[in-house]
């Protein structure tokens, strides 16, 4: 049965069945259209950040089936005019695209989400928020020692951020506090000095801003994290933080002479 269009982000979040990372990432404001597939898979396409003018389709559900409701939603694109530059799949989804499609790059990541308060942390007591003339010193920590970092001052949905200087007035972490739902505050681009790792302040800043922000009555706190980074993974995991989903994400690549999406084996 090929996938169908739903009414909307409120029919989505009734199929989703209260699941933490759609009720924290499924933006009414941003969602352009909501999708349910085969073996209960469901999707919804927001603009893409990789591939400007494109939508980005993050699909939900078993690897299969959530491949499938891909297929269907290009072949709609292919009919209205309309395209997906980049996805978000069920981890490992997009090897059934292959050879059709790549995912350029190809990144493996992991959604967490918090709903209380980290046990307190050395090195806290160190952190406070930061300002605007602090965004120059933030973007030089980041290109220096976060090369994959995802948020930077001044970018939509980037909200604020917290950071340690030490004794000299350097910046040596930083944590920014962003949105992608409105209300809904997810951390990125946590980010260390080498010279002072292992000293515990990428567990302060996480610490000090996800109490903070509890702090204000969000009742959640989100984050994602590349899969190949354990130490990422131990410690939002000491934190309190639990990972709900993982996923395979990049540009749509398809392959020269590429058949159409209704063309191929299902």
Known sequence: MPARRLDGVNELLELAADDPFVLAECDPARVSSTWAGPGGSIGWVVPSRRVEGTGHLVALGPAAAATALLLDVLASCE???????????????????????ALEPRNDWEWFSTAGPPPAQAGEAQVAWLGLDDH??????????????????GRPGVLRWCGVRDD??????????????????????VATAGDVRGRGLGG????????????????VVTLGMY???PVARRLYERLGFTC???????????????????????
Not at 79 to 101: E, K, M, N, T, W
Not at 175 to 184: K, L, M
């Open 244 to 266: 709900a989903h993982a996923f395979t994400s990049g540009r749509l690549v398809p392959s020269i002479r590429t058949p159409s999406p209704t063309q191929l084996p299902r």
């Open 204 to 219: 302060a800043v996480t610490a000090w801003l996800t109490r903070r922000l509890l702090e204000e009555g969000t009742g």
């Open 168 to 189: 000299s007035g350097r910046l040596v972490a930083t944590a920014a506090h962003t949105e992608h739902r409105s209300g809904v505050p997810h951390l990125a681009s």
């Open 136 to 153: 120059d010193d933030v973007g030089r920590l980041l290109e220096t020692w976060s090369p994959r970092h995802d948020a930077v001052p």
């Open 79 to 101: 009919r209205d005019g309309s395209s997906i530059g980049s996805v978000s799949l069920p981890r490992d989804a997009d090897r059934a695209l292959r050879p059709a499609y």
């Open 227 to 229: 899969s190949d980074n």
